[in-house]
């Protein structure tokens, strides 16, 4: 029973975005316009270029930021403001949620490669802000993203969670394996199921898959 497989985590942790709000909600489609813009701006190519580099950095350094840093000396926080000033006016709370996740014994954090101010913002929007004990964005991992293990190693460092007393939830699944190799339980989050050895469990339904271990 996945309970079981739960009862040493003294440490929970989830991942933001399409983790605590369900994919249909789309708000990466508003952040990606806004990425692709900001790479235009920044290192002046055309629109269709400024895509094909986006999704390049994303698979080469973990986040398009990443890469605009690394190879253009980009400085992160212009492009962290911009790109996370979005509506959020069409997430709903989800108070189930949110009581599931404060029954968890133990702490609950986030940990995105978001900033922790967006990280909030959506939180607040979603009613689970008053559920999570700590929220950790890039710029807390000095903006080394996932899936590099240096991030999570400086998050778990910061926050003073025992990786092997913990748990990750997360809809990207190539960011489970570093959390898998420290020792954590890893959720894959996502509609469809990821086959990996570093995947414990895989959900459709977080809210569901949470109160399977209460």
């Known amino acids: ?3 079981d497989q739960f009862s040493h985590v003294e440490t929970w942790v989830f991942d933001l975005d399409n983790t605590l709000y369900p ?6 489609d508003q952040i990606e ?24 950095y994303w698979r080469r350094h973990g986040t398009t930021l990443a890469g605009l840093m690394r190879e253009h000396d980009v400085d992160p926080g212009p492009y962290l403001t911009d790109v996370h000033d979005i509506s959020l ?44 004990d700590a929220v950790y964005g890039v710029e807390n991992a000095e903006f080394h993203p996932k899936p590099e293990r240096r991030a999570f190693e400086a998050i778990f460092a910061l926050d ?12 990207e699944a190539r960011n489970l394996a570093a959390p898998f190799e ?32 209460l």
């Open 1 to 3: 029973m996945p309970k």
């Open 23 to 28: 994919p249909a909600a789309r708000l990466f």
């Open 33 to 56: 316009v806004k990425m692709t813009q900001f790479v235009m701006d920044a290192i002046g190519v055309d629109r269709s270029e400024a895509d094909r580099l986006r999704t390049e």
């Open 89 to 132: 006016d069409h997430l709903d709370p989800d108070p189930e949620l949110a009581a599931h996740i404060r029954a968890l014994p133990g702490r609950k954090i986030v940990y995105t490669n978001g900033t922790a101010p967006y990280a909030r913002r959506v939180l607040a929007q979603r009613g689970l802000g008053a559920v999570m």
């Open 160 to 171: 003073g969670t025992t990786p092997a007393q913990a748990a990750m939830f997360e809809d």
């Open 182 to 213: 420290l020792g954590m339980r890893t959720v894959h989050v996502a509609p469809n199921a990821h086959a990996a050895p570093y995947i414990h469990h895989h959900t459709d339904d977080l809210t569901g898959f949470l109160a399977q271990l």
